[in-house]
């Protein structure tokens, strides 16, 4: 009987849908998330689903896979960045999706594991240089206008060095980690939406 309420509640979601919250719930908003733990993980957020038809008990690691690579797809919600080598980093999109649809999982264990030694450390390193940041300063006194593109890229460590989609999860695990502080949240979206705009404007 306990088995049967997931498998009940799973069929309201979509794949794509499931894995997304899979990467969540593993802490998948400021870290990259392993692609096994995300099966293991969507295996228990909806059982069978992603198993063989013929082997039940064993999970279909290219079934998640294929998913994982759809929920980048922006016509399918957007929700995750990264790749199989490096992990999956939830979007913007995929954050607020997901802190949205976890209180829908009743019968299932939502809890999040804990902020690790590390993580702590990198979030309270980073959200006083932010602070002190000529970025922010500006921002704070009411001169956003003011904040030139290489200060608002300091602001997220970007530099001549990081190119490509890597700048981009740079900016998302910035606005997934301090995009609801009260001090920094606003300031962050301002400048994210700066460096995006111009990060557009290369790609044109």
């Given at each position: 009987m306990d088995q049967a309420k997931p498998r009940e509640?799973?069929?309201?979601?979509?794949?794509?849908?499931?894995?997304?919250?899979?990467?969540?719930?593993?802490?998948?908003?400021i870290s990259h998330q392993d692609t096994e733990d995300i099966a293991i993980k969507v295996n228990e957020l909806a059982p069978g689903r992603f198993t063989w038809k013929k082997y039940q008990e064993q999970i279909n690691i290219d079934n998640v896979r294929k998913r994982l690579s759809d929920a980048k797809n922006p016509k399918k919600g957007g929700y995750?960045?990264?790749?199989?080598?490096?992990?999956?980093?939830?979007?913007?999109?995929?954050?607020?999706?997901?802190?949205?649809?976890?209180?829908?999982?009743?019968?299932?264990?939502?809890?999040?594991?804990?902020?690790?030694?590390?993580?702590?450390?990198?979030?309270?390193?980073?959200?006083k240089r932010m602070l002190a940041s000529v970025a922010f300063e500006r921002i704070k006194a009411d001169k956003s206008d003011a904040v030139t593109l290489q200060e608002a890229e300091t602001f997220f460590r970007l530099d001549e060095y990081v190119s490509g989609k890597a700048r981009e999860r740079k900016i998302i695990r910035f606005v997934n980690a301090f995009g609801d502080d009260p001090q920094l949240g606003n300031a962050l979206k301002t400048l994210a939406k700066k460096v995006r705009e111009n990060d557009k404007i290369r790609i044109g």
């Open positions: 509640m799973s069929s309201s979601f979509s794949n794509i849908e499931i894995v997304t919250l899979a990467v969540y719930l593993l802490g998948g908003d995750l960045a990264g790749s199989f080598n490096e992990g999956w980093l939830l979007t913007e999109e995929g954050l607020r999706f997901a802190k949205k649809q976890a209180r829908e999982l009743k019968d299932t264990d939502i809890s999040r594991p804990p902020l690790n030694p590390k993580e702590i450390s990198w979030q309270s390193r980073e959200k």
